[in-house]
Every structure is written in C-alpha cells, then in structure tokens.
T-cell receptor, first 113, second 110 residues
C-alpha cells in the first residue's frame, strides 16, 4: 500500500496563477482532510470531506476550493494564488471511527511569489 | 473559542525522561492525540486518549485529565532520533475535525 500520496511535492507560483493539489489514498478511508502548516502556527484545517461527493469548510477555507469526486481522491484548488498562501500543505485521511489516527501524506511545499 | 497550548521548545539529554505538557480549551471533546513530526516530514501518530488516565506504549506514555483540560506526553530513555516536534491535537465532538496545537520542538543533546 502506498498510503497517502500527494502531487506535486514542490511548486512555485506567481501571484494570480491557479493550481490543483492532488491527494490520493489507497486505504479505503472515509474521511479526508487538507491542512496548511506555517511556522509557529501548527496545522490548520482548510477543508475536509466525510465521504465521496461531500466537502465542508475548516478553519481557513478562504481562497481554496476542494472536490471529492472519487473516494480515494481529494483535490485542493487555488484559483488565484496569493503570497499569503505560501505554506506546506498536508493531506490526511482516516477511517470512520472516532479513535482512529490520521494518516498524513508527505506534504506539498508551495511558494507564491 | 478553541485553543491548544504547548511549550514552544524543550531541550533534554539523551537517556533522560522528558514530559511535554498540553492544555486545551475546545467547544467539544472526543479524544486527544499526540503526533510526532520530524523536520521536513509528515506528522505520524503516537498516541490517543479519550478517557482519563495514562496510556503506555513502549518508551512513550500519554496522560489525560478531561476535567482539567490537560494532557502530557512522557518520553523515556531519550534517544537522539527523538529530536522532533510533538503535536497535541483534540478531536471535536462530531468527530470530523481535529484541532492541532502549534507543536513543541524537542532537542535531544548528547
């Protein structure tokens, strides 16, 4: 099993450009999450999904959109990138049960110039 | 509001014991997690507490007091590879969201 994978690993964008980050998991997990991690601020939840075809907003959703058309994939889109979106983005997944840990992808390091 | 507090940095000596504290205030509680994160890597799961008391797993133990909104992670027989950030996280009542603290950077010196 590959676990949780993220594409790409690194990306540099110019202000105003758009891009999509792809997260894939092969563990048949129901829940998937997108976080951003900034120095001194820990992981902050952007959007999450509790199943195929469903998405919901997290703590910091502005400037991002998501889609979960297939259970194994969770896409994070930036329509018009801003320097404030420079961050490390982590995707995570977990089974349905409350005590289950989150499994994280390796992260995407995004720089917006 | 929701808030999780942890010390920013700690330093300990190889072979020693270190305790990393976490206090939380959340709108609901459905379990507390500890994750380890090495620099440049993804977080990995260490422990989960949902009831009061101590959970032991090898060199790592985690304690929870729900009435005090308090947890700690205890690392015994410290090794150099334990140098990492340790993230305290609380899952909310609905079970969908997990709020993370900023993390504690632990430096283990020889």
């Amino acid at each position: 099993n590959a676990g949780v994978t993220q594409t790409p690993k690194f990306r540099v964008l110019k202000t105003g450009q758009s891009m999509t980050l792809l997260c894939a998991q092969d563990m048949n997990h129901e829940y998937m999450y997108w976080y951003r991690q900034d120095p001194g601020m820990g992981l902050r939840l952007i959007h999450y999904s509790v199943g195929e075809g469903t998405t919901a907003k997290g703590e910091v959703p502005d400037g991002y959109n998501v889609s979960r058309l297939k259970k194994q994939n969770f896409l994070l889109g930036l329509e018009s990138a801003a320097p404030s979106q420079t961050s490390v983005y982590f995707c995570a997944s977990t089974p349905r049960l409350a005590g289950d840990e989150q499994f994280f992808g390796p992260g995407t390091r995004l720089t917006v110039l | 509001g929701q808030n999780i507090d942890q010390p920013t940095e700690m330093t300990a000596t190889e072979g020693a014991i270190v305790q990393i504290n976490c206090t939380y205030q959340t709108s609901g509680f459905n379990g507390l997690f500890w994750y380890q994160q090495h620099a440049g890597e993804a977080p990995t799961f260490l422990s989960y507490n949902v009831l009061d008391g101590l959970e032991e797993k090898g060199r790592f133990s985690s304690f929870l007091s729900r009435s005090k909104g308090y947890s700690y992670l205890l690392l015994k027989e410290l090794q150099m590879k334990d140098s990492a950030s340790y993230l305290c996280a609380v899952r909310n009542t609905g079970g969908f969201k997990t709020i993370f603290g900023a993390g504690t950077r632990l430096f283990v010196k020889a």
